[in-house]
């Protein structure tokens, strides 16, 4: 890598940093998707009980007696949060995955036009 020029070490610390940022999108889509798994097999058990049913919800470390119709309330509306978050997050990994499919075809090319005199010597 000290052969290469400035340039090119910054575009492949670029690169880098994008790949970086690329799987850390990876990994907080899945945490969010875990999520959205469990709030809609929540929602399908909830539809399972009768309206008058007891439940409780978890709010931080204690559980809260609550109305069946206000956590299904609760949970379908972060149900859409997540929803959305989970498709915000999979457009922001497509661009971030387009953009290092283009810099690894300039990488390429620059890479292969610095080894070609080198080849030569």
């Not at 907080?28 to 998707?33: A, D, F, K, N």
């Not at 299904?72 to 290092?100: G, P, Y």
Request: net charge neutral; aromatic share 2%; hydrophobic share 35%.
């Amino acid at each position: 890598m000290e052969k290469l020029s400035p340039q090119l070490r910054h575009q492949v610390a670029q690169f880098q940093q994008l790949q970086q940022q690329a799987q850390a999108l990876l990994n907080q889509r899945q945490q969010l998707e875990i999520l959205l798994r469990e709030t809609e097999r929540a929602l399908e058990e909830l539809g399972k009980l009768h309206a008058d049913a007891v439940v409780y919800r978890s709010i931080g470390t204690i559980l809260v007696k609550s109305g069946k119709v206000e956590v299904e309330k609760k949970l379908t509306e972060d149900k859409e949060t997540l929803d959305l978050r989970v498709k915000t997050i999979q457009r922001q990994e497509e661009r971030a995955i387009q953009r290092l499919q283009e810099m690894q075809g300039k990488l390429d090319s620059a890479l292969k036009g610095s080894q070609s005199p080198d080849a030569a010597s």
